[in-house]
Nanobody
Framework: QVQLVESGGGLAQAGGSLRLSCTASGSRFSSSAMAWYRQAPGKQRDLVAQIGPAFITTYADSVKGRFTISRDNNKNTVYLQMNNLKPEDTGVYYC?????????????WGQGTQVTVSS
């Protein structure tokens, strides 16, 4: 069982910055793919950014050039640096841990942290 604890959400003005953190309990963090998802009110949960075990990153088109995902395997922590925030970035941000081992997929979610961007 892996527990994910997120922090760093809050209120920001358009053009501002926030940094989200997600710390995972348990071992094998370095073997996992970590991701941030966003869910706006009344909408589905969408992928924002992902970083794999080899530190390869992917981003949603809407955040490219503004958001940066990174990880510190020594701290079992993944970060999302969000710059030049826009009102459409508002939503609940969820951390996701995914690891494949043989035929099994380990898939865990954090509790979510609210990000609100005012115009």
């Amino acid at each position: 069982q892996v527990q994910l604890v997120e922090s760093g959400g809050g209120l920001a003005q358009a053009g501002g910055s926030l940094r989200l953190s997600c710390t995972a309990s348990g071992s094998r963090f370095s073997s996992s793919a970590m991701a941030w998802y966003r869910q706006a009110p009344g909408k589905q949960r969408d992928l924002v950014a992902q970083i794999g075990p080899a530190f390869i990153t992917t981003y949603a088109d809407s955040v490219k050039g503004r958001f940066t995902i990174s990880r510190d395997n020594n701290k079992n922590t993944v970060y999302l640096q969000m710059n030049n925030l826009k009102p459409e970035d508002t939503g609940v941000y969820y951390c996701n841990y995914k690891r494949r081992a043989l035929s099994r997929v380990y898939d865990y979610w954090g509790q979510g942290t609210q990000v609100t961007v005012s115009s």
